[in-house]
Structure formats: structure tokens, C-alpha cells
């Protein structure tokens, strides 16, 4: 009995079964596969096509590279450069250079700092009266306080925090002290910037003249040479000598010395 079954395939008529199982098996068979698919049995019917369509031909051919406008077409092309631009150096300082100032001499013996700003100014081309600059600094008969009014007030009118207080505290400028003031004069001059100094005491300048403020004083500075190694003095006093003229940067800082500078 076990083998019976597999006789009866081989009687006649028993073909036309196996032939009708067979190709009921198929399509069994490719219905499954069908299903297996997936996604493709799921998505909107597309317009007949009498040609058979292939997976990969659904996927467009890729464009073939052009040397002449696809970098990326040479394998020895390497990374792409970056669209940034390197930033220009800033330009040097000139070795000198002097400011075209306006010059005032001061009315009275108090007004030494409305006449230093005032003529600081003009190297910007601005014309503000000593008078008016007066109010703004606070002077008084006992003169102007200190550099943090210059710097104060020279800001107010040029409209901008471009200048800065430096004090030199002690009676004597460090190096390190008279390095920085060389920087600032250079920095604040050849930007067109002149400085206003506070100064007390006395120094002599390139020509060996003495200038004696005991009490205090204030100059602007209009101008340096050898990079800033010398510096062109605008002095509205009226007294020793010339209402301009030069000194060195180690003379001028200790000068300043106890007081401060605007630049």
C-alpha cells in the first residue's frame, strides 16, 4: 500500500491529472513571487508597455562626466578649493607721516586743554570753538582734570569710542610704557587721529629747548618720524620757543608721567 500511490501516476488518464497539477502548481508559484515583490504590486498602474521593463530600467542612466566642465570627472582632481578669499593683509604704517592741523594758541593760562582738543580736532577737519570745548571738558580756572575728559569729549565729537586713556602712573615711563606710547601715537596718526597728552614737569625737546610745566599742561601730537621714535608737538602755550616742534617718544612719555594721554 505505501507504494500505490506513485503506480497510479503511470495509468493511463493519470498524465492528465499530473499535467493539470502541475500547471496549477505554477501558477501558484508565480503568484507567490508575484507577492514577494512587494511594493511594485501596490503602486498606480502605469500605461501598457508591449516591451518587458527591468528594475533597471527604471533608474535613469547616469550622465557621463564632462572633462571640460566637471572637475569631479578626474580622480587626481582632489578636494574643491573653498569659495573664501584670504583677507588682505592690513597695510603697514608709513615710516612718517604729519597731520594738517588748523593751529590755535589758547586765550588764557587755563584753556591749554580746550585748545590741545580743539586742535586735535582740526586734523579730522573739524572746526569746534575753545569755548564750547571748554564746557564740554568741565574747565575750570583750575584747568581741565584729567585725560579721561580728553578722551571723553574727543569721542563725543568725532562720534565714535575711538580713543582710548593711557596712563603712565609713575615719574618715570617704563619701556614697556614708552613701546606702547610709540604704538598709539603711530597707530592713532597714520589713521588721522592726532593725540592729546597731559603732561607736568619739564623735557626738551629735538632742538634742546626746555619746556617747563610745572603745573600741568596739555599739547596735542600732530605727527611721527623714524616709526614712531619722534613726535611732532602742537603746543598752544605760546611760550619756549615755537608753538610746534619735536621730541623724542622716551622724553614725551616720561612727560606724561603721573598723567595720562588720549589716542
Same mark, same amino acid.
Not at 593760562?109 to 575753545?130: E, H, K, M, T, W
Not at 574727543?154 to 593711557?166: A, E, F, P, Q, W
Given at each position: 500500500?505505501p507504494?500505490?500511490?506513485?503506480?497510479n501516476?503511470?495509468?493511463p488518464?493519470?498524465r492528465?491529472?499530473?499535467?493539470?497539477?502541475?500547471?496549477l502548481s505554477?501558477?501558484?508559484?508565480?503568484?507567490?513571487?508575484?507577492a514577494?515583490?512587494g511594493a511594485?504590486?501596490?503602486q498606480?498602474?502605469?500605461p501598457?508597455?508591449?516591451?518587458s521593463?527591468t528594475a533597471a530600467?527604471?533608474?535613469p542612466p547616469? @550622465?557621463?562626466?564632462?572633462?571640460?566642465?566637471?572637475?569631479?570627472?578626474?580622480?587626481?582632481?582632489g578636494?574643491?578649493?573653498t569659495?573664501?578669499k584670504?583677507?588682505?593683509?592690513?597695510p603697514k604704517?608709513?615710516a612718517?607721516k604729519?597731520l594738517d592741523v588748523?593751529?590755535?594758541?589758547?586765550?588764557?593760562?587755563y584753556?591749554?586743554?580746550? @585748545?590741545a582738543v580743539?586742535?586735535a580736532?582740526?586734523?579730522r577737519?573739524i572746526?569746534v570753538?575753545q569755548?564750547?570745548l571748554?564746557?564740554?571738558?568741565?574747565t575750570t580756572?583750575n584747568g581741565?582734570?584729567? @585725560?579721561?575728559?580728553?578722551?571723553?569729549?574727543?569721542?563725543?565729537?568725532?562720534?565714535?569710542?575711538?580713543?582710548r586713556t593711557?596712563?603712565?602712573?609713575?615719574e618715570?615711563?617704563t619701556?614697556?610704557?614708552?613701546?606702547r606710547l610709540?604704538?598709539?601715537v603711530?597707530?592713532a596718526?597714520?589713521?588721522?587721529y592726532?593725540?592729546?597728552?597731559?603732561?607736568?614737569?619739564g623735557?626738551?625737546?629735538?632742538d634742546?629747548?626746555w619746556?617747563?610745566?610745572?603745573?600741568g599742561?596739555?599739547?596735542?601730537l600732530?605727527?611721527?618720524?623714524?616709526?614712531?621714535?619722534m613726535v611732532?608737538?602742537?603746543?598752544?602755550?605760546g611760550?619756549f620757543g615755537?608753538?610746534?616742534?619735536w621730541m623724542s617718544?622716551?622724553?614725551? @612719555?616720561?612727560w606724561?608721567?603721573?598723567?595720562g594721554y588720549s589716542?
Amino acid at each position: 500500500m505505501p507504494e500505490e500511490p506513485f503506480r497510479n501516476l503511470f495509468r493511463p488518464g493519470a498524465r492528465r491529472r499530473v499535467q493539470k497539477v502541475a500547471l496549477l502548481s505554477a501558477a501558484v508559484v508565480t503568484a507567490a513571487s508575484a507577492a514577494t515583490a512587494g511594493a511594485l504590486l501596490n503602486q498606480p498602474s502605469t500605461p501598457a508597455d508591449t516591451g518587458s521593463t527591468t528594475a533597471a530600467s527604471l533608474i535613469p542612466p547616469a @550622465a557621463a562626466p564632462n572633462p571640460d566642465t566637471d572637475t569631479s570627472a578626474s580622480p587626481s582632481s582632489g578636494p574643491q578649493a573653498t569659495s573664501e578669499k584670504p583677507q588682505p593683509a592690513e597695510p603697514k604704517a608709513p615710516a612718517e607721516k604729519t597731520l594738517d592741523v588748523s593751529f590755535e594758541y589758547q586765550p588764557n593760562f587755563y584753556y591749554c586743554g580746550p @585748545a590741545a582738543v580743539r586742535n586735535a580736532l582740526s586734523a579730522r577737519g573739524i572746526d569746534v570753538s575753545q569755548d564750547e570745548l571748554a564746557r564740554g571738558l568741565r574747565t575750570t580756572v583750575n584747568g581741565t582734570d584729567s @585725560a579721561e575728559d580728553t578722551t571723553r569729549v574727543l569721542n563725543d565729537v568725532v562720534g565714535s569710542d575711538r580713543y582710548r586713556t593711557s596712563v603712565i602712573p609713575g615719574e618715570d615711563a617704563t619701556p614697556a610704557q614708552m613701546d606702547r606710547l610709540q604704538a598709539d601715537v603711530v597707530r592713532a596718526i597714520s589713521s588721522g587721529y592726532s593725540v592729546v597728552a597731559n603732561i607736568v614737569g619739564g623735557e626738551t625737546d629735538a632742538d634742546g629747548t626746555w619746556h617747563d610745566f610745572p603745573g600741568g599742561h596739555y599739547i596735542a601730537l600732530v605727527g611721527y618720524s623714524d616709526d614712531g621714535r619722534m613726535v611732532k608737538v602742537s603746543d598752544s602755550s605760546g611760550m619756549f620757543g615755537p608753538a610746534s616742534y619735536w621730541m623724542s617718544t622716551i622724553n614725551m @612719555a616720561n612727560w606724561i608721567g603721573t598723567r595720562g594721554y588720549s589716542a
